[in-house]
């Protein structure tokens, strides 16, 4: 069965870093998209970045130019590293991938941003 598991969430200051990582296991990783989304209290989840299997990478607005998104298809895994991080990128951060229209997500990992 599909399995995504993610690790690295925590609590940083204002303008730190953190890196993200998702380990799958259940499916050929390397030929599919990969996503990180992230839903914060109160508001609807939404997509932060996704990287094709042809390493194209697709980011939202508001990540742009601070968060990259990246994969290692040799450790089944995907990241997010996450620059310059501000208050309002906390949330609860959600690996993805899609298969045959069905989504599956991790647990979820906590990253709180808070001086």
């Known amino acids: 069965q599909v399995q995504l598991v993610e690790s690295g969430g925590g609590l940083v200051q204002p303008g730190g870093s953190l890196r993200l990582s998702c380990v799958s296991s259940?499916?050929?990783?390397?030929?599919?998209?990969m996503a990180w989304y992230r839903q914060a209290p109160g508001k609807q989840r939404e997509l932060v970045a996704d990287i094709t299997s042809g390493m194209n990478t697709n980011y939202a607005d508001s990540m742009k130019g601070r968060f990259t998104i990246s994969r290692d298809n040799a450790k089944n895994t995907v990241y997010l590293q996450m620059n310059s991080l501000k208050p309002e990128d906390t949330a609860v951060y959600y690996c993805?991938?899609?298969?045959?229209?069905?989504?599956?997500w991790g647990q979820g990992t906590q990253v709180t941003v808070s001086s």
């Open positions: 259940g499916i050929i990783f390397s030929i599919y998209t």
């Open positions: 993805n991938t899609r298969i045959r229209m069905r989504d599956y």
